[in-house]
Nanobody, 127 residues
Framework: QVQLVESGGGLVQPGGSLRLSCVASRFTFSLFGMSWYRQGPGKERELVAGIGSEGIYTKYADSVKGRFTISRDNAKNTLYLQMSSLKPEDTAVYYC????????????????????WGQGTQVTVSS
């Protein structure tokens, strides 16, 4: 069974930084696009950033462009999200997700394109 395990969340002050990690196992990580999604209190799950299988193509939500960076290390089967200049509105549970085989490589916004999700890690931005 595919496993995605996120870590790195926590409480941070506005303007601070965090790096999230997602360790993947039991599938060939380097062959699949991956994404970070988040779900804030009372909100729908939304795309934060997506990355292609080789780490070349990336896509970001407008709300995080210039502040967040998605990356991956295929040798370590790990997905990352570097978050800086954090704002209270970034408070959410952050999930990593694996794209389905055959889904469009440059499309990351459709929840139906994903077949596995991590358990999530809480990020709280507050003073």
């Amino acid at each position: 069974q595919v496993q995605l395990v996120e870590s790195g969340g926590g409480l941070v002050q506005p303007g601070g930084s965090l790096r999230l990690s997602c360790v993947a196992s039991r599938f060939t990580f380097s062959l699949f696009g991956m994404s970070w999604y988040r779900q804030g209190p009372g909100k729908e799950r939304e795309l934060v950033a997506g990355i292609g299988s080789e780490g070349i193509y990336t896509k970001y939500a407008d709300s995080v462009k210039g502040r967040f960076t998605i990356s991956r290390d295929n040798a370590k089967n790990t997905l990352y999200l570097q978050m800086s200049s954090l704002k209270p509105e970034d408070t959410a549970v952050y999930y990593c997700a694996k794209k389905k085989s055959g889904s469009k490589a440059t499309s990351f916004s459709n929840l139906n394109d994903y077949d596995y999700w991590g358990q999530g890690t809480q990020v709280t931005v507050s003073s």
